[in-house]
């Protein structure tokens, strides 16, 4: 398998984190996106979208962070990362989808802001960050994982990058107790692969 990725992405890193975490062989390969290459001919030929992460299966290309989640478990086999049960299954795609939805329009875009110097409105994506956070962390009140149960799933994997590194957008983690204590337990699992970090938004004013 090839991941190709920017260090700089929480979704790549999402990517490269199961892959890692479920000792899943695969190259890496950077996608230089300060030079366009992920605008390239070549590079649409594998997402026509225009975005990391894209993982090539020998051929079988899968693109978008969830689905390159889905299909690892999937193809290993992982139920234990992705439920089969009808219950089960459908938490996890709940969690997938506040990924997709409320962690990219509060930390992932307050994060863009700092990190890449796009043009959102900083109040109110730091507004949205503390709103789903707020909620993040009263679910976690009695539960170590997101969905519950003895073990992570990839509804946790999407979820961590973005939250961990939500500092460097301007959004302050420290009330929220629950979401700390979940973000060092992923920190701890076996092959956990951490998210590069940047000297910028709170980090930078430290």
Same mark, same amino acid.
Request: avoid cysteine.
């Given at each position: 398998m090839k991941l190709y990725y920017h260090p700089l992405s929480g979704h790549a890193h999402r990517a490269r984190l199961f892959l890692s975490l479920t000792q899943t062989p695969f190259e890496l390969v950077e996608v230089d996106l300060a030079k366009g290459a992920h605008k390239a001919p070549e590079f649409l030929a594998l997402n026509r979208f225009g975005q990391v992460p894209v993982l090539d299966d020998n +051929?079988? /290309?899968i693109a978008d962070s969830a689905s390159i989640l889905i299909y690892i @478990? %999937? %193809?290993r086999g992982l139920t234990e990362w992705l439920p089969s049960d009808?219950? +089960?299954a459908a938490a996890v795609q709940r969690w997938l989808s506040v990924a997709a939805g409320q962690i990219a329009f509060g930390p992932a @875009? @307050?994060?863009l802001i700092t990190v890449f110097g796009a043009g959102f409105n900083a109040e109110e994506v730091i507004g949205r960050a503390h709103a789903v956070l707020k909620n993040i962390d009263d679910e976690l009140a009695t539960k170590k994982w997101i969905i519950g149960g003895e073990q992570p799933t990839i509804a946790d994997v999407a979820l961590y990058s973005y939250i961990a590194r939500a500092p460097e957008g301007n959004v302050d983690l420290a009330a929220y107790a629950n979401v700390d @204590?979940?973000? %060092?337990? /992923?920190e701890a699992l076996p092959n956990f692969v951490p998210f590069v970090q940047t000297p910028v938004g709170l980090a930078a004013a430290a």
């Open positions: +051929g079988t /290309i @478990a %999937k %193809k009808p219950d +089960g @875009a @307050a994060r @204590a979940w973000l %060092k337990s /992923i």
